[in-house]
């Protein structure tokens, strides 16, 4: 009842509700939202995901200087592949579908529940430029044991068993592939303009292996960071192969542009690595028509 409140509030009354109310008020059901000129529908299927994008809009209170930012580098990017690793529902792949026609937007998840989510939301939209792949990318071929399951699409889900594991969560085994191979085969010949990454602290050790191809092709990467004494060893991965850093403080809707992460504090989750010739006004000026 709480939910259909918040619909009609929303939707019939045009009311914008704080967060502190309309995140009691859940809801299960299709949506739209409206991006780049286009519709894109999502189905809400009672995640706090969802209800942040429906209540606040796109760019609101679920990581909403971050989707703008990987927006406005999607509108940017030449014909390439795109890679959104941990897409969860897709939000950030359908962003970059209805940016850019012209890129490839190749989407993991290894969770079967979330990946049925995922590919829900893909389909009901007309995008044909998503490819989605039901697996981790790892460092082999093989099953991995991931933590942190706990209900129908754990948004923590991870592969690495950190000291913030929900101690009442189970673990499952999911699908891993040997993401060289992929790079080295599905990938190659092709440029990879940009990289979404977001796997609960899995993060650093795949781009320790993919580093090689991000220097190569002038990857710009967006990564969550979750834990500050990680700072030292993203930076030592970047900084040392000439990229600078971006961090997005989300909650405020801004952005401090670095040259080396070292020596500062976690301000927000998620942080851009863009190599040198990136001119830094493209996350410093965004231009407000495009949304």
Request: charged letters at 25%.
């Amino acid at each position: 009842m709480a939910g259909v409140t918040g619909r009609v509030l929303r939707e019939v009354l045009k009311v914008n509700l704080p967060k502190s109310l309309y995140s009691r008020l859940y809801f299960k059901g299709r949506f739209t939202i409206s991006i780049n000129n286009k519709l894109i529908t999502i189905n809400h299927f009672g995640d706090t995901i969802s209800n942040d994008i429906y209540y606040s809009g796109i760019f609101g209170n679920y990581e909403g200087h971050s989707l703008k930012l990987w927006n406005r580098l999607c509108l940017s990017v030449d014909e390439s592949v795109v890679m959104d690793i941990g897409a969860y529902s897709g939000i950030y792949s359908l962003v970059a579908a209805s940016a850019n026609q012209g890129i490839e937007i190749h989407s993991f998840e290894p969770h079967p529940n979330t990946f049925k989510i995922l590919t829900n939301n893909i389909a009901l939209n007309s995008f044909k430029n998503i490819f989605l792949n039901n697996y981790a990318l790892a460092e082999i071929d093989g099953d991995i044991l991931f933590y942190n399951s706990l209900g129908k699409a754990p948004s923590g889900f991870s592969a690495v068993n950190h000291r913030n594991i929900n101690k009442n969560s189970t673990t499952k085994i999911c699908n891993g592939r040997d993401v060289l191979k992929i790079l080295n085969t599905d990938l190659k010949g092709k440029r990879i303009s940009l990289i979404k990454i977001d796997i609960e602290r899995a993060e650093l050790p795949l781009l320790r292996i993919m580093i090689d191809r991000i220097i190569h092709d002038r990857t710009i990467v967006l990564s969550e960071i979750l834990d500050e004494e990680d700072f030292e060893h993203f930076d030592e991965l970047f900084t040392k192969n000439g990229f600078y850093s971006v961090k997005i403080i989300d909650q405020d809707h801004t952005i401090k542009i670095l040259n080396t992460l070292h020596g500062t504090k976690r301000e927000g989750f998620n942080v851009i690595f863009a190599p040198s010739e990136i001119d830094p006004k493209i996350f410093s000026k965004i231009d407000q028509t495009f949304f």
